[in-house]
């Protein structure tokens, strides 16, 4: 008796099961290498590229010693990467002593893709973060004084 041939569409199921339990056993994994440093991961994904060509690793070292994950490490006449320990932070970017030699690409819980590859960038999107932070807490503090103010000027009822 001939065997039921799969369909394209079980075929597909399969690997897209597949793929989930990878996705969860790497964040797992991800999740007991970041646990002894104490660094918290922000970033829900993201991608380091260290450019070979400019970077002068071997002399500075500079990149290697700011990483708070120990993520970055001296190879083979280069710099490398666990892509496992780093958490898209952009210390390295900070401490490098060369433009565009290090490129981060980092996505935010709310969806926004970041990129950068200068100090000044990082500072400049660190600082836009901040002044939306603080935005949102004025908003709401003022929402709250108004509230009170209302709850103030209204006449008491005795009974």
């Keep these: 008796m001939p065997s039921k041939q799969p ?5 597909m199921n399969e690997e897209s099961e597949s793929k989930v339990d990878e996705e969860a056993e790497k964040r797992q994994r991800r999740r007991e290498l970041l646990e002894p440093t104490g660094v918290k991961e922000l970033f829900k994904e ?3 590229d260290i450019n070979k060509f400019t970077c002068v690793g071997g002399q ?7 990483c708070p994950t120990n993520a970055l490490y001296w190879g083979t006449g280069k710099v490398g990467v666990i892509e496992d320990l780093c958490v898209y932070c952009g210390a390295c970017v900070l401490s490098c002593m060369v433009d565009d030699c290090i490129k981060v690409e980092r996505e935010r819980d709310n969806g926004k893709v970041e990129r950068f590859s200068k100090p000044g960038d990082v500072i400049k999107l660190a600082e836009r973060q901040n002044s939306q932070k603080r935005f949102e807490r004025v908003k709401t503090n003022a929402a709250t004084l108004r509230h009170k103010r209302k709850i103030k000027d ?6």
Excluded at 7 to 11: M, Q
Excluded at 60 to 66: T, V
């Design 7 to 11: 369909s394209i569409f079980d075929l």
């Design 60 to 66: 500075c070292k500079l990149c290697i010693k700011a």
């Design 46 to 48: 993201g991608k380091i």
């Design 154 to 159: 209204e006449p008491m009822e005795w009974c």
